[in-house]
Nanobody
Framework: QVQLAESGGGLVQPGESLRLSCAAS????????MGWYRQAPGKERELVAT???????NYADSVKGRFTISRDSAMNTVYLQMNSLTPEDTAVYYC???????????????WGQGTQVTVSS
């Protein structure tokens, strides 16, 4: 099983910043890509940003220019730097790991438990 440990969420005022972290652990798996999704109350889960093993990144239009996704050299930890936060960014943020698991010999998505981000004055 692939385990994802998320941290960095919290309560901030509009215009402030947060940095989310997600560490992947386990055995017998290879990570192809990692990313972040978010879900606000009453809304569907949506993609925020992704980063592949080659370093290629992808962002939702709503966060371009404000959020930055990055990873460590081993690609077992992914980060999301969130700047100029607005109330519309309030949601539960989920870490996603797209990985090959040896036991099932196939690629699939693994999800973290989520971390709450609240932007309010």
């Amino acid at each position: 099983q692939v385990q994802l440990a998320e941290s960095g969420g919290g309560l901030v005022q509009p215009g402030e910043s947060l940095r989310l972290s997600c560490a992947a652990s386990g055995s017998l798996f290879r990570i192809n890509a990692m990313g972040w999704y978010r879900q606000a109350p009453g809304k569907e889960r949506e993609l925020v940003a992704t980063i592949s093993s080659s370093g290629s990144t992808n962002y939702a239009d709503s966060v371009k220019g404000r959020f930055t996704i990055s990873r460590d050299s081993a690609m077992n930890t992914v980060y999301l730097q969130m700047n100029s936060l607005t109330p519309e960014d309030t949601a539960v943020y989920y870490c996603d790991c797209f990985a090959y698991k040896y036991s099932v010999q196939g690629l699939r998505h693994y999800w973290g438990q989520g971390t709450q981000v609240t932007v309010s004055s």
